[in-house]
Structures are given as C-alpha cells and as structure tokens.
C-alpha cells in the first residue's frame, strides 16, 4: 500500500510540475477569479498545489514595487506558514511546510481581456503563483469532509477547482464564495 502511495504522489508530482509550463503556453489557462489546487491525501498527510493567476492573491500580477505590495506578498507567505489551506471540519490539520514561487510573466507577452490598472508594465505578461503545502492532519482517516479558507482570505478569487486523490480515489469539485466544502471520499 505504500508504495502505491508514493506511485501516485510521484505521478501527481509529475503531472503538477508540467502546470506552470502548460499555462504559460496557453494564455486561456490564466484566467482572473479562478485557481486550481490539487491534493494528495495519504495516511494523516496532504501534500496540495494551489496555481493561481497572482492577482488572485496578492492584487498585481508583476514583481512587488512598492513596500505596500512586498508586505501583500509577506502577508501571503506567513499565512501559508501558520494555516493549512484545506482543512478538516474539525479544523485538525496544521502546515509543516510551505512554499510560494511567483512567475511574474516576464517576458511573456499576451493578448489581455482585461486591464490592469495597477501594474505600470502593460502587456508584460501575466503573473502568476503557485502555493506547495504539506499538512499533517491527526486522526484524518476519520473525516469526511474538508473546507478551505482560500476562497475568503483571497476575495479575488472566484472560483476554485480542486481535485485529489488519496486511499478513497480520486475526484473533483468546483468550489464559490460560500461553497468552501468538499467530500474526497465521494
């Protein structure tokens, strides 16, 4: 059972790390409100990814010029270091790691539908995050439903796409603004 475990952790890992290059090559993929995480749930572990367009997050989508915007992207990471980004209903899990890389699109240039008032690099190219957390979670064999917090904490964000796979197998759901629970048994 482990080692069909660690298979498809290195699978999903695999298939994770292909996303940034993926929708750098497809500009439709960076789409404004929306973000996609994935888990992988093992035992009392969750190993997620969470890729986002940057404005989602942080309100601008290129490197942090002011100290206002390098604070937005310290606030970020030190929340992503003190709160699991999905959770157990009973609010048992806790991140052991966290991890934030930024692609600021440099370089990249796209058609916009949208206008960026905020960024002074018109047509530089889209930014966007990508958030790796590990989460240790006692007693999650018992729960059967999570929630994320992603959705209010980051009032750009829309709409969130989740899929995981773990010991109950894989699925999906879409989740909105007051819609922030999800059951990976079904």
Known sequence: ???????ISSILVLGLSAGPALSQQNPAAH???????????????????????AYNLAGFEHRPETPEQQAAIDSITQWLQQ???????????????ANLH?????????????HHEDSPQQGAGHGDMEIAQS???????DS???????????????????????PQGQGSARLSRGQNRFHPGQ
Request: aromatic share 6%; glycine share 10%; net charge negative.
């Open 83 to 97: 709160t699991a980004a999905v959770n157990t209903t009973d609010g048992q899990c806790f991140p052991v790691a």
């Open 31 to 53: 789409q404004h409100g929306r973000a996609q995480l994935q888990l992988v749930i093992d035992g009392e572990q969750i190993e997620l990814l969470l890729q986002s367009p």
């Open 135 to 141: 989460l240790r979670c006692p007693g999650l064999q």
């Open 102 to 114: 930024a692609d600021w699109g440099q370089g990249q240039i796209h058609e916009h539908d949208h």
């Open 1 to 7: 059972m482990k080692t069909q475990n660690t298979l």
């Open 144 to 166: 059967a439903l999570f929630e994320t917090g992603l959705l209010e904490r980051f009032p750009a964000m829309e709409q969130l796409s989740v899929q995981w796979v773990g």
